[in-house]
């Protein structure tokens, strides 16, 4: 047993005391808490240690799972989004014309490893192919903003290949956790999250090195990250120009602390809390020790 596998399990069995304090829904409760603590530990071990310190345990842990598969089948089509659009000059008949095209051909595909920027599952200067089921939801992946312009291709699959399938993944709340950590939407003050994401990519590669299904968190829908960018090729005269109307938000309750506790038969609360005490008074002692030192220059 891996250092990583004995920490979920410890992390299991306090989720399942936990959950005995329910009022209601006890499940519900172990779940939550399960899902916090895999989260911390993940966290824990990223702000302690490089990925390639991380990588034969996690390995290791993640080779042991059973992962369903997803079928694409030969000749299916998906869509990929670029935004914005290519302006190309000429002339009609003796007119100077400016011609608004769509990104094609190779401005559509992905993009060259040397140009590739970070992603949720590829590293800068690694390309990966991401595509979508759904026009929509390759507008909703590249944050396409109203009125703003954008490149749709169409890809076909050249030859069928077999996906993880992260949606089929379902009635287990340590592996749901993985996902939720995987797809989990990232901002521009959150972008180190990509880190994590980058090294479990790398992680679930080595299992099935074609890519990944799974559920867009941006809209309805689902994604597929291809490894292999050439298992796809763009149909040609396909692309099109599109933009959007407007942005339609859904809101969706997601619980806080105070629900979180009047699940609790229980509850006693208190302002102390043993990590920020902790830390203050690494601070204090380091201070005492520092302000030694400078005494001992002078």
Not at 36 to 54: A, G, T, Y
Not at 136 to 143: I, Y
Not at 157 to 162: A, M, V
Not at 257 to 269: A, F, M, N, T
């Amino acid at each position: 047993m891996s250092r990583l596998d004995e920490k979920i399990e410890k992390a299991l069995l306090l989720a399942k005391a936990y959950s005995k304090y329910a009022i209601r829904d006890p499940a519900y409760l172990e779940k939550y808490y399960a899902g916090c603590e895999i989260k911390k530990i993940v966290e824990q071990d990223f702000m302690s240690k490089n990925p390639s310190e991380l990588f034969d345990e996690y390995w290791d842990y993640f080779m042991k799972k059973q992962f369903p598969t997803k079928k694409i089948r030969k000749g299916q089509r998906f869509y990929r989004a670029r935004v914005g659009n290519m302006l190309e000059y000429g002339a009609d008949d003796d007119l100077n014309e400016e011609f608004v095209l769509p990104y094609y051909g190779n401005e559509i595909i992905a993009p060259p490893p040397l140009l590739s920027s970070v992603g949720r599952f590829n590293k800068a200067g690694i390309s990966y192919l991401y595509l979508a089921d759904r026009i929509e939801t390759c507008m909703a992946e590249v944050h396409l903003q109203v009125g703003q312009l954008c490149s749709i291709g169409v890809f076909r699959c050249k030859k069928g290949i077999n996906l993880i399938d992260l949606n089929a993944i379902t009635n287990d709340f340590e592996m749901e956790t993985w996902i939720d950590i995987l797809t989990q939407p990232v901002y521009g003050n959150n972008q180190n999250r990509y880190n994590i994401t980058n090294f479990l990519s790398e992680i679930l590669q080595k299992i099935n090195d074609n890519g990944l299904w799974y559920k867009s968190v941006q809209s309805k829908g689902n994604n597929i990250v291809c490894y292999k960018p050439d298992a796809f090729e763009v149909v040609s005269f396909s692309e099109k120009l599109y933009r959007t109307k407007q942005i339609r938000y859904e809101p969706v309750y997601v619980g806080d602390s105070i629900d979180k506790y009047s699940k609790r038969e229980e509850v006693h609360l208190s302002a102390y809390n043993e990590k920020i005490e902790e830390q203050r008074e690494e601070t204090v002692n380091y201070m005492e020790d520092w302000i030694s030192f400078r005494k001992a220059e002078k």
